[in-house]
């Protein structure tokens, strides 16, 4: 099965207009953007951008040390995993499903990504 293949079967069946490129699908649903990629092992990752961390070391400091409490108190209720990017700029959510995963639990983690977005902005990005 191509890299693709997966990916581009759920984008089609459930994402009008959806056009994987290199194993990738990127998602939009309101204001929060969903990358949909395949990993080397067969499971399929998905992340969303929370917020850009403050240049200002203060401030990165207090965002990370609330979204670190944020995390640890959602650990048990969920599969979702908080993330930093590769240049320390960006908190992210990452879940992901196994290759044996059925369309109906890709579209699962999705909506519950997305979700968990939301509510991670609303703790995050509360003044």
């Given at each position: 099965?191509?890299k693709d293949s ?40 998905a992340q969303a ?57 890709i579209s699962a ?19």
């Open positions: 099965m191509s997966r990916i581009a079967r759920w984008g089609a069946q459930h994402v009008s207009g959806a056009q994987p490129r290199e194993g990738r699908l990127a998602l939009s649903f309101d204001d929060v953007r969903v990358s949909l990629s395949e990993l080397s092992d067969g499971r399929l990752l951008r929370i917020v850009d961390l403050p240049l200002a070391p203060g401030r990165r400091e207090t965002l990370v040390q609330r979204a670190m409490q944020c995390s640890l108190a959602r650990l048990g209720s969920n599969s979702l995993a908080l993330v930093a990017d590769a240049e320390e700029a960006a908190l992210w959510l990452q879940g992901s499903v196994e290759p044996t995963a059925t369309d109906m639990d983690m999705v909506e519950r990504l997305i979700n968990e977005i939301q509510a991670w902005r609303e703790v995050l990005c509360a003044r």
